[in-house]
């Protein structure tokens, strides 16, 4: 690290931030491998690098986790606006009327199950729950995979896209909305349903 | 006066399963799912298909990072 040698604080603060970095990879990594297709590992290195400079801005160690998930969030928010992406706008009319409970119930994928359901969702492994996820366009896939896998509240994923809350509440919608239909494609594609099974 | 306005159909309490599990709807909507849930069984499905989905959704948030890639970003702290 490019500081000045002999501070015993500064050589504390630099073990404190190694010590959190390494612990948290993990969970950065996947973060990281669920908002982007691509250059997950970079993302992570871009975010770590934004840490070390503003690791004295951390006020509460315990919140070292989440502090670093934002920070990943930002760099990712800013790497889109870089990349100046189209906003892929998706016609709430045309998710609105999906419902994959009802497409499970009357398509019957698995035959004589009474977790018709649940039999369908415990067919899909990590990756093609990913594979479905990189399916959303960006501006959908962003707020799910904050809400429903980290855990952030709404008003702070609207902070940490720069959005207002209403257009986060309304892609949360939609993202859920195409995420149960592409998640019945998905799996029609990759011939996870037994439809027309023998008895 | 009926309370027939404050009754929803299958529709549109199915579209605000989420924002009710979220507790994101405004007290009179958030009141009005409830109510539609009170008696329409079939929506109650949906509800508990949301949660579940909801439950799967947290259970495939993490996964296993690569040995050579947690030895790179390991090194990349190292260098930093």
């Known amino acids: ?199 | 006066m009926s309370e027939g306005h404050r009754i929803i159909p299958c529709s549109d309490a199915v579209r605000q399963l989420w924002d009710y599990l979220d507790r994101t709807l405004s007290p009179e909507d958030q009141a009005r799912v409830e109510g539609h849930l009170a008696f329409c069984r079939k929506c109650c499905g949906e509800l508990e298909f949301a949660k579940e989905l909801q439950a799967f959704l947290v259970s495939n948030s993490a996964d296993e990072i690569p040995p050579h890639v947690k030895a790179r970003l390991e090194r990349f702290v190292d260098e930093l």
């Open chain 1, 1 to 199: 690290m490019d500081e000045p040698a002999g501070s015993p604080e500064i050589g504390d603060s630099r073990e404190a931030f190694e010590r959190l970095a390494r612990e948290q990879l993990p969970r950065l990594y996947s973060l990281a491998r669920r908002l982007t297709s691509e250059g997950a590992e970079d993302l992570v290195q871009e975010c770590l690098l934004r840490a070390y400079r503003s690791f004295d801005t951390l006020a509460e160690p315990q919140a070292g986790g989440s502090w670093l998930q934002s920070i990943l969030v930002n760099a990712f928010r800013d790497r889109l606006r870089k990349e100046s992406r189209t906003v892929q706008e998706v016609a709430v009319e045309e998710v609105d009327d999906f419902s994959l409970y009802r497409t499970i119930a009357e398509e019957d994928p698995f035959p004589y199950s009474d977790t018709l359901h649940l039999d369908f969702l415990h067919a899909f492994g990590k990756e093609d729950v990913r594979e479905v996820l990189l399916r959303l366009p960006d501006i959908y896939r962003a707020p799910l995979v904050l809400r429903y896998m980290q855990g952030f509240a709404t008003k702070e994923i609207a902070r940490l896209l720069d959005a207002p809350l209403g257009t986060i509440l309304a892609r949360l919608h939609r993202g859920r909305k195409l995420f149960e239909r592409e998640l019945w494609a998905y799996a029609e594609e990759m011939g996870m349903l037994h439809k027309g099974a023998a008895p």
